[in-house]
């Protein structure tokens, strides 16, 4: 019997086209000999609609509009458990941040990615830190704000990332993905408004000091004995690797492998399984690093659990460079949800 896969796209955050874009890619390498596919697209306001139409109506958006193709009640796919598995093509809230992750599993079905606390801690950049720091995870020094405190005193805050971090310093949201809200501070004004803008999207913002770094990312793969892809490098258009930079700029390259040599290689790949492992990742995660262009020390920046999935997306690329080809990587996946249960 075939297994019953319900690919989901779209979702309730900011990475919706995101997400869209790396569904179709997963929609069209999936084994349609090995899987029966039901797509269930998630509109923005959250409605869910199991869409039968053209996979290329998808990218775009389109989808939504193709009222022939689109069934209402998408989500009693999961709740009258008419699929096997779920693969939450979706980025950020409410589909990497373990909200997703829970209500898979209070219907009992296998989803791809790791589980919930994983998937809520690894969304949480401050979280991340938290945990990861007692772990002797080499990180960039920060200073967390919140809403409330920073409402209250505002100059508390920009004394305290000025003394500790100094200039130039990143301000994050502490749940943002796509670096939407992320900004980089080169003076006062710029982190005041800096903060401001992230603040808009949570009532948590990490700062953190400005490395001179490249940007290192190594897949990991695998629930009780994760492996590590080759690493690879991206070599942003702009100043950083900013949500522009990541989808609208095409002279932003990714180096597959990174140029690094064995050693360094070796030391980044060990170092990404280790993390997955801390974290308690299973099925997939990559895990992005800073590496510091002058002494070389490596810094983690932060794990994505559910990575962009395009076909020109590192997650899949660096499998590809490491043997593992788009088609068997999804099946790979599959195949750990089910295991994982
Ligand atoms: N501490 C830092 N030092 C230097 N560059 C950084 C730092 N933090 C983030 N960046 C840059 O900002 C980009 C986005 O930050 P990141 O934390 O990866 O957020 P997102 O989850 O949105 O991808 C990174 O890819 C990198 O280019
Ligand atoms: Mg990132």
Known sequence: MKKKIAILFGGQSTEHEVSRVSATSVLKNIDNDKYVVYPIGITKDGQWFQYKGNVDNIGSGKWESDSENKIEGGINLLLNKEVDVVFPVLHGMYGEDGTMQGFCKLMNLPCVGPSVMSSAVCMDKVYTKYLLEHEGIKQADYVVVNAFDYSKDTKQFTDAIESKLGYPCFVKPANSGSSVGITKAHNLSELKNGLEEALKHDRKV???????????EVAV???????????????????????????????????????????????????????????????????????????GEVYLNEVNTLPGFTSISMYPKMWEASGLPYNELINELIELAIERG
């Open 206 to 216: 990490l700062v953190e000091v400005g490395l001179n770094a490249r940007e290192i």
């Open 221 to 295: 793969l695998g629930n009780d004995d994760p492996k590590a892809s080759i690493a690879g490098e991206i070599i942003p258009a702009k100043e950083f690797y900013d949500y522009e930079a990541k989808y609208q700029n095409a002279s932003s390259k990714l180096l597959i492998p990174a140029a690094l040599n064995d050693e360094e290689m070796k030391h980044i790949r060990e170092q990404a399984v280790k993390i997955y492992k801390k974290l308690d990742c299973a099925g997939m995660a990559r895990v992005d690093f800073l590496v510091d262009k002058e002494t």
